[in-house]
Nanobody, 124 residues
């Protein structure tokens, strides 16, 4: 079992920055991919970014590329999502998720464990 706990969400004005964190515990996660997803009211959950625990490869959705940065601290078993130049359309609940298999995917159905989510609200 893997437990994921997000933190760091909140309210920020457009153009501002916010960093959300995801602390992983339980079964070792160092071989897995960690993904960030978001879900706005009335919309489907969508891929935001992902990172490999080992090697640090990263992927981003086009909508956040150049504004968001995903990183990890292996010693702390924590993944971060630094969000800059935030826009009102970034408003959503942000979730981190762990995937056990090696092939990268943006499909949320292919991730095995999920955190409870943290709300990010960007005001205009």
């Amino acid at each position: 079992q893997v437990q994921l706990v997000e933190s760091g969400g909140g309210l920020v004005q457009a153009g501002g920055s916010l960093r959300v964190s995801c602390a992983a515990s339980g079964r070792t996660v160092n071989s897995y991919t960690m993904g960030w997803f978001r879900q706005a009211p009335g919309k489907e959950r969508e891929f935001v970014a992902a990172i490999r625990w080992f090697g640090g490869n990263t992927w981003y959705a086009d909508s956040v590329k150049g504004r968001f940065t995903v990183s990890r601290d292996n010693a702390k078993n924590t993944v971060y999502l630094q969000m800059n130049s935030l826009k009102p359309e970034d408003t959503a609940v942000y979730y981190c998720a762990a995937r056990f298999r090696s092939i990268f995917t943006t499909n949320p159905n292919d991730y095995d464990y999920w955190g409870q989510g943290t709300q990010v609200t960007v005001s205009s």
